[in-house]
């Protein structure tokens, strides 16, 4: 199983595939879903779902050229992988688009659903081995007394509407 390889520090040679990559589907059809409906959202989720699988047989993979690093770097493999989930989830929206006939607005709303993939995903590649390193590098108890702190950050975020609801804040 590949997740034992990377456990064991070994190599992956045959890391996940459709069985792995379902899920990301299934989120972009949650996360769409609202805005374009049931029938976009799923289409979608397919497209989006054969495509990761299709570049992961040609060699495109979350850990491509990935290694922790002390410096913030997007090698020329990665800003391509990028640039090829840009294109990608762009025309994968213009296709959900026309085969749904949900008017996506323009073809500008599906640019920008590209884009929005395709800078998110070369900013993961950016700052992602920085972060990764720092937190190496963290002695344990302050990465503890972080993540601590995150959590706390979390639960009052989450009540933070009940108490302006309690408190009969005023909200505009």
């Known amino acids: 199983m590949s997740w034992r390889a990377w ?18 589907g299934e989120l972009d059809a949650i996360g769409l879903y609202p805005t ?28 491509l050229d990935y290694e922790s ?4 770097r997007l090698t020329r493999k990665q800003f391509l992988a990028a640039l090829n ?20 607005h ?4 599906a640019l920008r659903l590209g884009v929005i993939i395709g800078v998110m995903t070369a900013l993961l590649n950016f700052f992602g081995p920085y ?3 720092l937190a190496e590098g963290l002695p344990e108890r302050r990465l503890g007394v972080f993540g601590v702190a ?22 505009r």
């Open 7 to 24: 456990a064991e520090g070994r190599p992956i040679q045959d890391c996940c595939g459709i069985p792995c990559l379902a899920p990301c």
């Open 36 to 63: 374009f409906g049931v029938r976009f959202a799923v289409l979608f989720a397919v497209l989006n779902t054969g495509g990761q699988a299709f570049a992961y047989s040609i060699g495109i993979r979350p850990t």
């Open 69 to 72: 690093a002390h410096r913030l």
């Open 85 to 104: 989930r840009w294109v990608g989830t762009t025309i994968a929206a213009l296709l959900c688009s026309w085969i749904t006939h949900n008017h996506l």
């Open 106 to 109: 323009s073809w500008l709303e």
């Open 131 to 133: 972060i990764e390193w």
């Open 150 to 171: 995150l959590i706390l950050a979390g639960f009052v975020l989450q009540s933070l509407q009940y108490w302006i609801s309690l408190l009969d804040v005023p909200v």
